[in-house]
C-alpha cells in the first residue's frame, strides 16, 4: 500500500491567529457552491448569528428548498435575480436587475447588522461587467470587522480569489445534465 492509502499519523498545523471575520469563495465548474454556502450559513445560524442570503441570479419567483428552509430558521433572504440570462428577453432590464441586487448587497454588507452575508452567484454578473469588481473588491475590504462574507459563483475574477480568506474550487468530473437529466427538486433546487 502507498502512502497516500494510510491514515495521517501527524496532525494538521493548528491555527494561532484570530481574525474578527474572514471571506470565503466557492467557486469552479462543478455542482455544490452555493449548497456549501448553504450549509455554512445554517452553521452559523446555529451559533447565533444573523445571516443574510442575496441571490444575483434567481428570482423571488423560483421555489427553492434552499429558501424555504433559510426564511424558516430565520435568515433574511432576496432574491434579487431575473433568471438565466438565457431566458433574458431583455438584457438591459437583466443588467439593471443585477446592478440593484449589487446595491442592496453593498448596503447589507456596510450596514453592520449580519455577521454573515451570502452573495449567491455574484460571479456572474461580476464578470459580464454589471457589477464593478473594484467596487465589490473595496466594499469587501471596507466591511465593519465583524461581517463575514461568503460568495458563490463560476470564475472568481483572480482579484476576488487573491482577497479572499479561503477559495474553494468544486470540479466537475461528471454531471447528470450532461445525459439530458433534468433538475431535481431535493438535489439541485
Excluded at 23 to 41: E, H, Q, R, W
Excluded at 144 to 153: A, D, F, K, R, Y
Amino acid at each position: 500500500m502507498t502512502d497516500e492509502h494510510q491514515p495521517p499519523r501527524d496532525a494538521p498545523p493548528k491555527g494561532t491567529t484570530r481574525v474578527p471575520s474572514l471571506i470565503l469563495v466557492n467557486t469552479g465548474d462543478g455542482k455544490g457552491k452555493s449548497t456549501a454556502a448553504f450549509g455554512t450559513a445554517m452553521r452559523a445560524m446555529a451559533r447565533g448569528w444573523r445571516v443574510a442570503v442575496i441571490q444575483f441570479l434567481k428570482s423571488g419567483e423560483w421555489s427553492v428548498g434552499e429558501e424555504k428552509i433559510g426564511r424558516r430558521i430565520g435568515f433574511d433572504w432576496w432574491a434579487l435575480g431575473d433568471g438565466f440570462t438565457w431566458d433574458s428577453e431583455d438584457m438591459e432590464q437583466s443588467e439593471a436587475v443585477a446592478r440593484a441586487a449589487w446595491g442592496h448587497a453593498r448596503s447589507t454588507i456596510e450596514s453592520g447588522e449580519y455577521e454573515l452575508v451570502l452573495l449567491d452567484e455574484i460571479t456572474y454578473p461580476v464578470n459580464w461587467g454589471w457589477v464593478e469588481l473594484e467596487e465589490l473588491l473595496r466594499v469587501l475590504r471596507g466591511r465593519p470587522e465583524h461581517v463575514n462574507v461568503i460568495l458563490t459563483g463560476r470564475d472568481a475574477p483572480e482579484g476576488l480569489v487573491e482577497l479572499a480568506d479561503t477559495v474553494t474550487e468544486m470540479k466537475k468530473v461528471k454531471h447528470a445534465y450532461e445525459r439530458g437529466v433534468k433538475a431535481r427538486r431535493g438535489i439541485d433546487y
